[in-house]
């Protein structure tokens, strides 16, 4: 199992569901409120330790209780926060999100996760050397993810970014990056393309881009140029917040698998993830996992090109 080195955001969730989202100007009821760790970052974390890898992050939270209280989940996790930084006189980040019929809305007030600077990196650059693979994100500093993209290259670590919230990127930090993750919308952000026309970026980039495509699965170009379909595994969705973070922190994980195989284990983590409210709730754990693969269908399908 990887040794996996996140670098990213850690967020306290303030969670409400309700029945509808409200349009703009309305006022409805919501029917629970709830507070739950999260962040792209520590989501992805949490995944790739629950399934078995050793974890250490690089992250910076505020001074506050919320801070407190999310270093003191992901060491009980058992991830290494040695490399979280405590910024005085800031706060935490914090996401709002609206949960309704397992579909979310989320707000995201970075917080101490903007002050996380390359120099925090470079102070934790025995993290990269001792990892063996890196995982990083779009809720801290983009000068930051190039950092640590830099830093990956150095020491010869695979670099895996998941680029959420979407942003278009720099060619020289496409260049570092072993795989990236999208979904349909972000691919499209990326590279500036027309929505749509993400088969011909998977051809360009094969094996280097699997795109997440909600209940349609996963999609990548094997070394032959070959679309392949990863089909969506059927479960009971309650919330779908952190399901892409699950996939992710699952590739991290197992990386080194065969592409197809690995694949389909990120799937099926991010379908459990879904079964359970919050982020990290359904998170499952490397027998849970196993338990379900065992259980259900085998496919990735070929699907020409
Ligand atoms: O991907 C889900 C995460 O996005 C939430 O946990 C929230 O904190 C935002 O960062």
């Not at 409210?277 to 990735?300: C, D, S």
Request: hydrophobic share 50%.
């Amino acid at each position: 199992m990887n040794s996996v080195l996140v670098i990213g955001s850690i967020n306290m969730d303030l969670v409400v569901e309700t029945g509808q989202f409200p349009a703009p100007g309305e006022t409805v009821l919501g029917l629970r409120f709830d507070t739950y760790p999260g962040g792209k970052g520590a989501n992805q974390a949490v995944a790739a330790r629950r399934l078995g890898a050793q974890v250490a992050m690089i992250g910076c939270v505020g001074d506050d209780a919320f801070g407190q209280e999310l270093v003191g989940r992901l060491n009980g996790e058992g991830i290494d926060t040695q490399h979280v930084r405590v910024a005085k006189g800031i706060r935490s980040g914090v996401a709002t999100i609206t949960v309704s019929q397992a579909e979310n809305s989320i707000v995201v007030v970075p917080g101490a996760n903007h002050q996380l600077t390359p120099a925090d990196l470079h102070a934790a650059a025995g993290a990269f050397a001792a990892a063996d693979v890196v995982l990083c994100q779009l809720e801290i500093p983009l000068a930051t993810v190039a950092a640590a993209a830099d830093l990956a290259a150095q020491h010869g670590k695979p670099f895996l970014l998941n680029p959420a919230p979407a942003t278009q990127l720099p060619q020289t930090l496409l260049a570092r990056v072993a795989m990236l993750t999208p979904n349909e919308h972000e691919l499209a952000t990326v590279f500036s393309n027309a929505p749509g026309a993400w088969q011909a970026q998977l051809v360009k980039y094969r094996q280097r881009i699997v795109m997440t495509r909600g209940a349609d699965g996963a999609w990548f170009a094997d070394a032959d140029g070959r679309l392949r379909q990863q089909t969506a595994f059927r479960v009971t969705a309650i919330d779908t917040t952190g399901a892409g973070d699950t996939f992710n922190g699952a590739l991290a994980a197992f990386w080194g698998l065969e592409q197809a195989e690995l694949v389909r284990r990120a799937c099926a983590a991010s379908a459990l993830s879904v079964t359970r409210a919050g982020a990290q709730g359904g998170m499952p754990t490397g027998e849970a996992l196993t338990a379900f693969l065992a259980a259900a269908a085998p496919a990735t399908a070929a699907a020409g090109g």
